[in-house]
């Protein structure tokens, strides 16, 4: 089957800086994946390329099997959301309108009720709107558009929690009733996590990590207490691990990766270990820190080598 979306080799340069660096992934429909990453890691790059708002140096996008470049019938398949988001001079309704011209899916009714939810004035002109209502805007737009193909770049710029929540709330409800393939990109990891079934995690351009969502829930547990109780615990255990161990005074904890087995468990508490499971932010975190170890591993071995050729 054709993946909704392709990504292969996929290498975007800026002068020099490597803002993508050889992406591979495919993402099929329906399925909401999160695409998850710390500032500057190269998530709009992609978004824009799968797009076709930007140009690889080097790889391809392919959306539903071709190339989205200048084809106008893909392009009405997909809708790319961002958080700054521009409009011509015009009011609600107007941008409204003209989105109905282009998404051949659009769904008027859902737009307005939408449109109502948010408190959004139809006859405000758009540059009029607080950043929030403009963000409200494009998310009316993202969903009732219907595309096949739905790309948000942190779309709620400027939104409280309540609207952030209603947003969730019709996504996942649109989703239901009309599924599509659905990218989000976000830092409110913790708060988008129920909707995701995928995450993809991008670093420095690359893709670190590429899991289920439940694969990653549990996947991780913290430990913590006493240091002398905590390296009791791990010193039978065969992964010692390095990162994300932090200690303050007598104070100890660390990230075990995996399931504790029923032994380790018991063991924790005989020690009177805390444990917990660390969110979805946390995974990241602890992904985002065990990539720049592993880079500086790899940095250090490549002069390491080069040291013993100049030698
Ligand atoms: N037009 C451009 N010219 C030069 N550098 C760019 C351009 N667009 C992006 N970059 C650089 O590419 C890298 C990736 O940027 P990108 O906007 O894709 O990151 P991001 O993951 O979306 O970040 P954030 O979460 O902060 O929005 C950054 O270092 C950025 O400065």
Sequence with gaps: MTAAISVRGLTRHYRGHRALDDVTIDIDGPSITGLLGRNGAGKTTLLRMIAA??????????????NPLENDAILRRLVL???DQ??????????LKAASWFYPNWDGDLAAAMAGEFDLPPDRAVKKLSRGMRSALSIVIGLAARAEITLFDEPYAGLDAVARQLFYDRLLAEY????????????????AAAL???????????????????????AYTSVSGPAAAVAQLLADRPDRPGQDRRRVAAHESVVLAGPLDSADLQRARDLHLRLEPLSLQQVLVHAAGRSDSERSDSE?????RSERASA
Excluded: N, Y
Aim: no cysteine; aromatic share 4%.
């Design 53 to 66: 708002q930007e140009l690889p140096s080097r790889g391809r996008v392919l959306v539903f099997g071709v």
């Design 81 to 83: 959301i961002r958080e």
């Design 86 to 95: 521009t409009f011509p001079d015009f009011k609600v309704r107007h941008a």
């Design 176 to 191: 239901a009733e009309h599924p599509r393939t659905i990218l989000l990109s976000t830092h409110l990891v913790d708060e």
């Design 196 to 218: 995701l079934e995928r995450v993809v995690m991008v670093d420095r351009g690359r893709v670190v990590l590429d899991a289920p969502a439940d694969d990653l829930r549990g």
């Design 300 to 304: 250090r071995s490549d002069s390491e």
